[in-house]
């Protein structure tokens, strides 16, 4: 019992393995990496673990299962950075915004009021795809999380129920949780967030996957402070040189001092060093002065507009001087010769990309696997798939990669056409790659051979060969029989065929077939029998009867003699079977025939082995006869069934003047054939799977009746 239940559970186990479809290739975004424990296709129950490019945080699941159905559990997280991060904060009331972008442990707070709103400056435009806010316990519920944009300030609403995890009420947030909506903009360049009332903000990120992270600045020796309008800016540590060899030093670096600071950027850089652990008091910057003009290291003019000094500068005595970012000016600019040693900034492009990330059931392939600025990948689909983007990405000098990373779609080659000829069949319900349509005529009509009955949707989103076509049925010519002639009409659906033999032949089968649906005629022709031919067959083999008859009970003496044990064999003196075919040159025709069958009816005798056969009734239409040149008569019959045996009519039971012959040789009484033997009737005879006892079968030579 135990084993069985142990095979029972193992033969689900494979079936259900069996139906469980594999996972391809899951999807990837961008600066994202995916650790998989074999290559794909992947078997239900593998996890794909994700993390993230140095300097981008992970927002969603940082794990997927492969389910049973061929899909990947949860959706794909992102790989992004905080654009929000120590950037300038403006609150409807208090003075304790910027803690709420700071990683502090202190929190912004406003005061009682009907409503309150906190907002963040990014200081630049940036594409936003994630929002992260973490609520205090004075704080009353989200109204609303909106994204401004750069451009005419258009105002984008998060929808705040489109969460990551956690509940928007502020009573159902502890101090530690975040809040992770799903937000997304282009152009943004600030964010905002209302309460219903008071707010109480201890944590609010702004997450962008098109920024980049500090290592893709490749400025290891420097100690970095920002990325600005895709510009690295970045600081000496410990280092201090005059101005002229720290423009020669960040030239080495593959940048320069910060050149045409724009008043964004300024804000920018004085944050960042506000925020940094930097220890040094003035930075130099590429702006110098030349003949009592302030021009830029490249040599262009300082625009007015951009100026950010602390105060005017002093008028040149005839000393070259450049200005520095000063920190007891609250990082404004100061003038300082150019000789003093100091600190510098270097402003450089980014040298690397991130990871360019691909969809489900996609490939990349590099130029470089070190995505250093100027590689390129080239994306491709599994089979099945079409690429809906562009194929051809680039790492550009801005740290990212130019487009979008393009989707695998799976190809579909739409509905099919109004056929106008029949119906269509979608065979797998489905329009995509690999599904079969197949085609149906209406009735009478079937599809020509020179046009396919199915079509299949192809890897480039059409269906295959070409619309098929219908022609009228036609079953072509039926079939000739031999010895015999068919008339008929014509060929098409439904048209009749008829069959007859030439005198003395005799027909086996139907008389009448006719043009199927299917184009072929139906049922089969009959066959033409020669009746004389038989006869003469009959006469020739029954001389020697009584011969074999007499040879076959000499034999059957001598075995008993020599076997003792052996037990008496039944044998008819007419089973002219019973010696082996195998000993003769040509096998003899086996025929019997019954004193009380019409004049062209014959019985059929056919030795099958020691097997009992199961008896069976034979309409004649359903044989198929064909004489052999050995002799022999080739029988075709259809599929047997079972009957019941009927009573011999008493006609038959008379006996003959060679039974009685061969009786008293035999000082035995006469036998009829083992149970192996099985008779075959041409005109609705009954059919036995032994013949009837004693005296049914004579010789056809002593059959006067017959002749």
């Not at 609403?157 to 101090?175: D, Y």
């Not at 079409?386 to 051809?392: F, S």
């Not at 086996?590 to 056919?606: G, H, K």
């Not at 054939?673 to 005109?683: A, I, K, N, R, V």
Request: aromatic letters at 8%; one cysteine or more; a negative charge.
């Amino acid at each position: 019992m135990l084993w069985s239940n142990a095979v029972l559970l193992a033969s689900w186990w494979l079936i259900a393995v069996a139906a469980a479809r594999h996972c391809s290739q899951p999807d990837v975004p961008e600066n994202c990496h995916v650790i998989l424990g074999q290559a794909a296709p992947f078997p239900p129950s593998t996890i794909a673990k994700y993390n993230c490019a140095l300097g981008y945080q992970l927002i969603g699941t940082n794990e997927r299962i492969c389910l049973k159905n061929g899909s990947w559990s949860d959706v794909a997280p992102i790989c992004a950075i905080d654009i929000a991060y120590s950037k300038p904060t403006e609150q409807s009331s208090g003075s304790s915004g910027h803690n709420a972008v700071s990683h502090n442990l202190l929190c912004a707070l406003t005061d009682h009021s009907k409503s309150s709103w906190w907002k963040v400056q990014l200081h630049g435009s940036y594409s936003v795809d994630a929002v992260s806010v973490q609520l205090g316990e004075l704080s009353s519920d989200i109204d609303s999380i909106e994204l401004i944009s750069s451009e005419h300030h258009q105002v984008t609403r998060c929808p705040v129920t489109k969460r990551v995890s956690g509940s928007v009420s502020a009573a159902n947030i502890s101090l530690n949780h975040l809040q992770i909506f799903r937000c997304s903009g282009k152009n943004i360049s600030s964010v905002r967030l209302r309460t219903l009332s008071r707010l109480h903000l201890c944590h609010f990120s702004v997450f962008s996957v098109k920024a980049v992270s500090s290592w893709q600045c490749g400025q290891p020796s420097m100690e970095f402070l920002t990325v600005h309008n895709d510009l690295c800016y970045t600081a000496s540590r410990l280092e201090t040189l005059h101005w002229k060899a720290a423009q020669n030093r960040c030239l080495s670096l593959g940048g320069t001092l910060p050149l045409r600071v724009s008043t964004d950027t300024n804000a920018v850089i004085r944050h960042a060093l506000s925020n940094s652990l930097l220890k040094s008091s003035f930075y130099w910057l590429g702006l110098m002065r030349a003949h009592d003009q302030w021009r830029w290291a490249d040599g262009d003019l300082l625009d007015p507009k951009l100026q950010d000094w602390a105060e005017e500068p002093a008028e040149n005595k005839g000393e070259a001087t450049a200005a520095v970012f000063s920190r007891p000016e609250s990082w404004h600019w100061v003038s300082m010769p150019q000789s003093i040693y100091n600190s510098w900034i270097c402003q450089t492009k980014p040298k690397f990309c991130a990871s360019p990330g691909v969809s489900e059931y996609g490939r990349v392939s590099f130029s470089s696997q070190t995505y250093i600025v100027g590689t390129i990948c080239y994306y491709s689909c599994d089979e099945g798939f079409k690429l809906e983007g562009v194929a051809r990405r680039e790492c550009l000098s801005t740290g990212l990669w130019s487009n979008e990373v393009p989707v695998c779609k799976k190809v579909d080659c739409g509905p099919l056409s109004e056929w106008p000829d029949g119906t269509t069949l979608l065979l797998n319900g489905t329009t995509t790659y690999g599904s079969v349509a197949e085609y149906r005529c209406r009735k009478g009509r079937v599809i020509s051979e020179l046009s396919p009955s199915q079509r299949t949707c192809e890897s480039d989103s059409q269906w295959s060969s070409v619309i098929p076509f219908c022609t009228d049925v036609d079953c072509g010519k039926p079939p000739e029989v031999a010895n015999g002639n068919v008339i008929f009409l014509t060929t098409t659906l439904n048209s009749s065929a008829n069959y007859s033999c030439s005198s003395a032949f005799k027909l086996i089968g139907h008389r009448k077939i006719r043009c199927a649906d299917n184009g072929q005629w139906q049922p089969l022709a009959p066959v033409c029998y020669d009746m004389e031919m038989l006869r003469e067959m009959k006469d020739s083999s029954g001389e020697s009867n009584v011969i074999l008859a007499i040879v076959v009970v000499f034999l059957l003496l001598l075995l008993t003699v020599l076997a003792f044990r052996l037990t008496r064999r039944r044998l008819s003196p007419l089973a002219i079977h019973a010696i082996d075919d195998t000993k003769h040159s040509s096998p003899r025709p086996l025929v019997y025939a019954t004193p009380s069958q019409q004049q062209d009816s014959v019985i059929y005798y056919a030795s099958t082995g020691p097997a009992p056969m199961t008896q069976v009734e034979v309409p004649p239409q359903l044989l198929q006869l064909q004489q052999l040149p050995n002799g022999n008569i080739h029988v075709t019959l259809p599929n047997l069934r079972p009957v019941i045996r009927p009573t011999l009519p008493t006609s038959m039971l008379q006996s003959t003047d060679i039974i009685e012959t061969a009786a008293k040789c035999t000082d035995t009484a006469s036998v009829s054939p083992t149970p192996s033997q099985l008779l075959y009737s041409f005109d609705d005879d009954p059919v036995y799977d032994s013949p009837p006892e004693d005296n049914v079968y004579e010789e056809l030579a002593q059959t006067d009746h017959l002749q």
